[in-house]
């Protein structure tokens, strides 16, 4: 009986969350041009209903739950749709470009926060959002690092602003450059941030461009596995600091490796195994990125419920400072390389 009260309690927030999901899709696809992902949709819906009720106890559980335990099943389900062996077919190429970039978002990223005073969860999720995947990456990292509503959502709004910049902004360049589709989809695959948009750049420029920035975009996902297993062992460094400052006794017992390790990045990582060496139908490897999808719109619905704009702007503009020069950076550093190394 405990059990069935325990699950009945997180229903009424789970059930709102997953509302909030249908219609963010719902929107997002009465979209004459695909811009905006549902997750992006769902985070603002959930953002403008706390702006006028502010989610009860009744909620509260639920919402935790589906923001937090969900969220990390939804990135398990994730790798299935997901190939290891499309880091080799895309090239050595495309992984050269995406170091130079990983490491101009969080080694140049964190001396921006710190120059900007950003807290380093929310500097480092602006960072993941830009050089990773976008929500995605923000997503998988921010249960590790215990990162608050207010940061992830900051982190989000930031990265898509700068994305639909970009959707615009790519094509225009890539035609002034000169790029080939093979260039322009290496480009606009490791520069510009989420999927959606990196479709929508990518297409608008060519179909060939198209199918090759989004191949590069996938194998830009993978990069999630070493980040989210780095950034948890530095939130663990961090706590152990904190804790043996307290003159805590059991410092060694409580951050021992088994209580801080990402086990669900494991799932992940074992589901993209399984898709890789073809084990998943293609049928049920689409089906379970779609309800992954879903489940982080949900989980992105039920943030964006505990997050308010009042909150959000206690941050002031520095955050969206940071996201424009990491952005930026990256655009440059990635065409940068392109050129050394004679692609363009």
């Known amino acids: 009986m405990d059990t069935i009260k325990k699950y009945a309690a997180l229903l009424p927030g789970f059930v709102i969350a997953l509302a909030i999901a249908a219609i963010a899709k719902v929107i997002e696809g009465l979209l004459p041009v695909h811009l905006i992902g549902a997750s992006v949709i769902a985070l603002f819906l959930g953002m403008i209903i706390n702006n006028f009720w502010k989610p009860t106890e009744l909620f509260a559980k639920g919402l935790s739950f589906t923001s937090k335990k969900i969220l990390k099943f939804a990135i398990i389900l994730l790798g299935a749709s997901l190939n290891i062996k ?20 969080f080694g140049i990223g964190h001396f921006v926060g710190k120059a900007l005073k950003i807290n380093w969860k929310l500097s480092n999720l602006i960072s993941a959002g830009t050089g990773i995947c976008g929500g995605s990456a923000i997503a998988a990292i921010s249960p590790v690092i215990d990162a608050d509503d207010t940061d992830i959502a900051y982190a989000m709004s930031a990265t898509f602003l700068f994305d639909m910049a970009m959707i615009v902004l790519f094509p225009i360049m890539g035609q002034a450059m000169g790029l080939s589709d093979m260039a322009y989809g290496l480009w606009a695959g490791t520069a510009v941030n989420d999927t959606s948009s990196v479709v929508a750049a990518g297409y608008a420029f060519s179909e060939a461009a198209g199918d090759f920035a989004t191949m590069v975009k996938l194998t830009r996902t993978l990069s999630i596995i070493p980040t989210v297993i780095i950034f948890a062992l530095i939130n663990a460094h961090i706590k152990k600091k904190e804790a043996m400052g307290t003159g805590s006794e059991n410092v060694k017992a409580k951050f021992n490796i088994a209580k801080i390790f990402p086990w669900f990045i494991l799932g992940f990582l074992a589901l993209t195994a399984v898709n890789s060496f073809g084990f998943i139908p293609a049928a049920a490897s689409s089906g379970m990125k779609e309800l992954s999808k879903f489940l982080m719109v949900s989980a992105l619905a039920a943030i964006g419920l505990n997050t308010s704009f009042k909150d959000m702007k206690k941050s002031g503009f520095a955050p969206m400072l940071h996201g424009f020069i990491i952005s930026l950076l990256v655009v440059i550093v990635a065409i940068a390389v392109e050129y050394f190394m004679g692609i363009v």
């Open 86 to 105: 499309m880091v080799l077919e895309v090239g050595k190429m495309s992984l050269c470009v995406m170091v130079f970039t990983l490491f101009t978002c």
